[in-house]
C-alpha cells in the first residue's frame, strides 16, 4: 500500500479563491476592461496634446536623456530601452516604430524627432534597427513639452510606480490637428490628417474673438488639410466643410503632376515635359500620403504588363532627394489628360484618406468632436494650462518675495544679525523673535554663505521686490479676468504663428487644395490608339487582324486544309460582334485580335464558344444600331446592337433556337431602310414592311415567312423606293436592281411568290 502525504498547512488552499460566476458575465467583464484599456492607453490621441501614450513616453524619455536639437544626438536603442523598462513596458521593435515615424518628413507634417542615419524612406523601404541610429529631439518637439516644470500638468506615477510621467505636455503647439493621428481601438477608430499649423492658428484666433462663429467661417481661414507630400485634394469645397463639420468623412488625394515650381514658387501643374520631335512624357513630383513609391511603381508596371493600360509605354523613377516619377505615353497623339484619368482610376495615383476626429478630451472620455467644438475644447485646456502656470509662478513669486524681506531686514541690521548668530546657540527663534521672520526667512539667512554678504545690497534687493511685486499684479490680474488670458492666449499664438507662416519652408502649405473637374466618362476602349485594321477570320475559326485597310478580296494565306470566311474594315477602338449559328453572341475588341504576320490565333482561345456551333457572322459593333436577326425556321426580329454586347467571355445568349433550327441571317438594317425582303428554300419572295418586324431584347422572334416544307434561305433590308438589288453571277461584279417591288409586298407571314427573273438560283441575295 502506497503512502500518501497529508496535505500541507503551509498555505491557503488556491482553490478557495475561485469565484463562482456566469461564463458570459466573467468574459464581457474583462473584455470591457481590455477595450477600455485599448481606447485610452493606447490608441486613441488626447484632444489636448494630440498624443497616444507612447509617442508621449518618447519624447519623454529623450527629454530625461537631454536630447535638445542644439545637443548631441544618441542611440535610438539607449532611447528605445529607457522608454520600455521605466515608462512604455511593451515591445522593443513596436516602440522603435513609433519613433521612426516621428521622425519622418513624409509620414510627419512637423517631425518631432531629428534622426541620424536610416530611418526609412518614401519608397517604402524599413528603417535600420535601432542599434544603427540615433536621434533628438525637434524644436516642434520642444514646444510641446514647454512648461513641463511650471506647474502645468499633473504628473501620474510610471506602470511600476518607480517614476513619474506627465499626464499631457502643456505646449502651446497645436499638434493634434498639426500631425494628425491614426488608431484602431476596439469598436471604434480614428484618422487624423494632418494641417497647417497657420491656418489651425488664424481658425482659433477667430474662436477666441468670436466664440459664437460658424462653422462656414471657420473653412474660410481654415482650408483643409495639409499633407507631409503634398499632393492636390480634388474634393469640392463643400464636402470638405460638411466632413469637418461633423467630423466624419473622407478626402481624395490625387499625386502632382508637375516639372517643377517656377521663379515665383508656384507649381507648374500640367506635369506634361516636351521632348524632341513633339514627344511628351509625364512628370509626377508629389504622390498621396501614405502610399509608398516603390509599391505605386509597381502596381503602374503591372498595369503596362497586364496591357490594362495600353497608352502608357513605360515608367522610370527619376526621384533623387525630390520625387520624379516619369510616365512615358505609347505615343505622342494620346491624351494627356486621359492618361491622367487614367492614371488616378487604375493606380493609387489618386486614394482616399478618411477623415474620423475621433478623440479623448479633457475627461478621458473617447468622442467624435467637429472642428469648431475640438477648437473650442482645445482653447479651453490652453486656458486651463495658463492658469495653472500662472498660479505656480504665484507661489514661485510669493516665495521669493518672502526670502527677499528677509535679505532686506538681515542687510539693514547685518551687524546684529552676525552677532546673534556667534553669540547664540539657538539663533533663529532669536531672530524670529526681535526682526519678527518667518520660519524660511530665518533659514535662508542662516544658509547664506559668507560670500553671498556682499550680495546683500539694499538698492538690488528693492528693485528685485518692486519687480516681483510688479509682476505678481499682473499675474493675479491676468488670474481674475478672462479677457486678459484670452487676449494672453492670442499673443502667444500669434507669436507661435510667425514661426510656422506661411512663407517659411516648413509653414509653407504643401497641399493644394483644389476641386477636380467634372470626370470625364471613363471608357478603357478611349485609351486605345485608333488604327484602321482587317479583320480576317478562317473558315476554323483562326482570327487576325492586317494593320490598314487592305482589299477584301485579297488572297489571304491560311492554313492547309482552311480557307477564308469572314474579312471586314475596322479600327483597332472597334468592338466586334460575333454571331454563331446557336443564338449566342461574342464580343471582341478588334485591338485583342493577333497581328497578321502569322495565322492568328483560335477564337476559341479567346472565347467560351460552344465546339459544335459555327460563326454565322462578324459586324463591327455601331452604338445605337440594329440588326436582323433571322433564324433557319423564317422566325426573326431586330435587336438593338446595344443589347448584343457581352461582357464576358461566355458570350450572351440572344436568339432562342431548338434542335435543329440555326441562326442563319445577322444583317444590320440601315437607318434609310423601310422593308424587309425574304426568301425561302422554296424559291419563293415576300416583302413586308418593317415596321411590322418586332424590336426584341431576346427570343425566337415572330414569323417572317411561312412554309410547307423547307426553311427560310436569306433575308435582308432594303428600301422600297430603291426597289431590290442582287448581284448578277460570274465575274463581272455588276448588279441588278428590280425597282417594282410591290407585286411581292404582302403582309409579314405570307407564303410569297416567285422571285423576279434574273434572280440567284442560290436564293442569296
Same mark, same amino acid.
Given at each position: ?38 481606447? !485610452? ?19 519623454? =524619455? ?6 535638445? /536639437? ?36 513624409? =509620414? ?35 514646444? &510641446? ?42 469598436? &471604434? ?69 508637375? !516639372?517643377? %515650381? ?29 502610399? /509608398?513609391?516603390?509599391?505605386?511603381? #509597381?502596381?503602374? +508596371? ?17 526621384? @533623387?532627394?525630390?520625387? %520624379?516619377?516619369?510616365?512615358?505615353? *505609347? ?126 545690497? #539694499? ?24 479677457? *486678459?488670458?484670452?487676449?494672453?492666449? *492670442? ?23 483644389? #476641386? ?45 486544309? @482552311? ?41 476559341? !482561345?479567346?472565347?467560351?464558344?460552344? /465546339? ?18 433571322? +433564324? ?37 438594317? =440601315? /437607318? ?11 424559291? *419563293? ?50 448588279? %441588278? ?29
Amino acid at each position: 500500500m502506497v503512502k500518501t502525504k497529508p496535505p500541507s498547512d503551509s498555505g491557503p488552499d488556491p482553490f478557495d479563491a475561485i469565484v463562482d460566476a456566469p461564463f458570459d458575465a466573467a468574459l464581457s467583464e474583462r473584455y470591457l476592461v481590455y477595450a477600455l484599456s485599448t481606447i !485610452t492607453a493606447r490608441s486613441l490621441p488626447d484632444l489636448r496634446d494630440g498624443l497616444k501614450p507612447v509617442h508621449r513616453r518618447l519624447l519623454w =524619455a529623450m527629454r530625461q536623456l537631454k536630447l535638445d /536639437p542644439t545637443g548631441a544626438y544618441k542611440k535610438s536603442a539607449r532611447v528605445v530601452g529607457d522608454v520600455i523598462g521605466k515608462y512604455h513596458p511593451h515591445g522593443d521593435q513596436s516602440v522603435y516604430d513609433a519613433m521612426v515615424r516621428l521622425a519622418q518628413d513624409f =509620414a510627419l507634417r512637423y517631425p518631432l524627432v531629428q534622426g541620424q542615419g536610416n530611418f526609412g524612406n518614401i519608397d517604402g523601404d524599413n528603417a535600420a534597427a535601432y542599434r544603427y541610429t540615433e536621434a533628438r529631439l525637434t524644436r516642434t518637439a520642444m514646444r &510641446m513639452m514647454a512648461g513641463l516644470d511650471e506647474g502645468t500638468v499633473d504628473y501620474i506615477p510610471t506602470y511600476n510606480g518607480e517614476d513619474e510621467e506627465p499626464e499631457i505636455f502643456p505646449g502651446l503647439f497645436p499638434n493634434l490637428l498639426a500631425n494628425g493621428s491614426t488608431g484602431i481601438a476596439v469598436g &471604434m477608430a480614428t484618422s487624423i490628417p494632418s494641417h497647417n499649423v497657420a491656418e489651425i492658428v488664424d481658425a482659433t484666433l477667430m474662436l477666441i474673438d468670436n466664440p459664437h462663429a460658424e462653422h462656414a467661417e471657420l473653412m474660410q481661414v481654415f482650408h483643409g488639410p495639409d499633407l507631409p507630400t503634398g499632393g492636390v485634394i480634388v474634393d469640392s469645397p463643400a464636402a470638405i466643410s460638411h466632413a469637418y463639420e461633423t467630423g466624419k468623412g473622407a478626402v481624395r488625394v490625387r499625386a502632382r503632376f508637375s !516639372t517643377g %515650381r517656377d521663379e515665383n514658387g508656384v507649381w507648374e501643374d500640367t506635369g506634361i515635359e516636351k521632348l524632341t520631335s513633339g514627344q511628351w512624357q509625364l512628370v509626377v513630383s508629389e504622390i498621396p500620403y501614405m502610399v /509608398p513609391k516603390g509599391k505605386l511603381i #509597381e502596381q503602374i +508596371a503591372a498595369l503596362i504588363g497586364d496591357k490594362k493600360l495600353p497608352i502608357l509605354e513605360d515608367v522610370r523613377d527619376e526621384s @533623387d532627394e525630390t520625387i %520624379r516619377l516619369v510616365l512615358v505615353p *505609347k505615343s505622342r497623339n494620346v491624351d494627356p489628360d486621359l492618361l491622367k484619368e487614367s492614371l488616378y482610376r487604375l493606380s493609387d495615383l489618386e486614394s482616399r484618406f478618411s477623415l474620423n476626429l475621433n478623440v479623448l478630451d479633457a475627461r478621458r472620455t473617447p468622442g467624435v468632436l467637429g472642428l469648431k467644438l475640438l477648437l473650442q475644447e482645445w482653447i479651453i485646456s490652453q486656458i486651463d494650462i495658463l492658469l495653472r502656470r500662472t498660479r505656480h509662478r504665484l507661489e514661485k513669486i510669493a516665495a521669493r518675495l518672502e526670502l527677499v524681506g528677509g535679505y532686506i531686514i538681515a542687510y539693514l541690521n547685518l551687524d546684529r544679525i552676525i552677532a546673534i548668530i556667534r553669540t547664540e546657540d539657538e539663533p533663529r527663534p532669536v531672530m524670529m523673535a526681535e526682526f519678527e521672520l518667518t520660519h524660511v526667512q530665518a533659514e535662508a539667512i542662516l544658509n547664506m554663505r559668507l560670500r553671498s554678504l556682499r550680495k546683500l545690497e #539694499e538698492m538690488e534687493l528693492r528693485r528685485e521686490q518692486k519687480d516681483l511685486l510688479a509682476e505678481q499684479e499682473n499675474l493675479q490680474t491676468l488670474l481674475d479676468s478672462p479677457a *486678459k488670458q484670452r487676449t494672453r492666449l *492670442k499673443r502667444d499664438l500669434a507669436s507661435l504663428r510667425k514661426e510656422y507662416a506661411e512663407d517659411t519652408p516648413l509653414g509653407r502649405r504643401r497641399t493644394t487644395i483644389a #476641386e477636380a473637374a467634372p470626370t470625364r466618362e471613363f471608357n478603357m476602349d478611349a485609351m486605345i490608339e485608333k488604327e484602321p485594321v482587317t479583320v480576317i477570320l478562317s473558315a476554323k475559326g483562326w482570327a487576325r487582324a492586317a494593320k490598314g485597310h487592305m482589299a477584301l478580296d485579297t488572297d489571304f494565306k491560311f492554313k492547309e486544309g @482552311d480557307g477564308p470566311a469572314f474579312a471586314l474594315h475596322a479600327q483597332t477602338t472597334d468592338k466586334l460582334l460575333i454571331a454563331l449559328d446557336n443564338g449566342r453572341f461574342y464580343t471582341i475588341g478588334a485591338d485583342k485580335l493577333p497581328g497578321a504576320r502569322g495565322f492568328g490565333e483560335p477564337i476559341r !482561345t479567346m472565347l467560351d464558344i460552344d /465546339p459544335a456551333a459555327q460563326v454565322v457572322a462578324v459586324t463591327v459593333y455601331r452604338p445605337k444600331a440594329q440588326l436582323l436577326l433571322a +433564324a433557319s425556321t423564317g422566325r426573326g426580329f431586330a435587336a438593338e446592337a446595344d443589347e448584343l454586347l457581352a461582357e464576358t467571355r461566355k458570350g450572351r445568349g440572344v436568339v432562342t433556337t431548338k434542335p435543329g433550327v440555326k441562326l442563319t441571317v445577322v444583317r444590320e438594317i =440601315a /437607318p434609310e431602310h423601310d422593308h424587309v425582303a425574304v426568301m425561302g428554300d422554296n424559291r *419563293k419572295l415576300v416583302v413586308f414592311a418593317l415596321s411590322e418586324l418586332p424590336i426584341l431584347a431576346k427570343g425566337q422572334g415572330v414569323t417572317l415567312q411561312r412554309y410547307k416544307d423547307g426553311g427560310m434561305a436569306d433575308a435582308v433590308t432594303f428600301r422600297l423606293e430603291d426597289g431590290l438589288s442582287w448581284a448578277m453571277g460570274g465575274d463581272s461584279g455588276r448588279t %441588278r436592281t428590280e425597282k417594282d417591288m410591290m407585286m411581292w409586298k404582302v403582309a409579314r407571314g405570307a407564303a410569297g411568290r416567285l422571285p423576279p427573273n434574273g434572280f440567284p438560283r442560290d436564293n442569296k441575295f
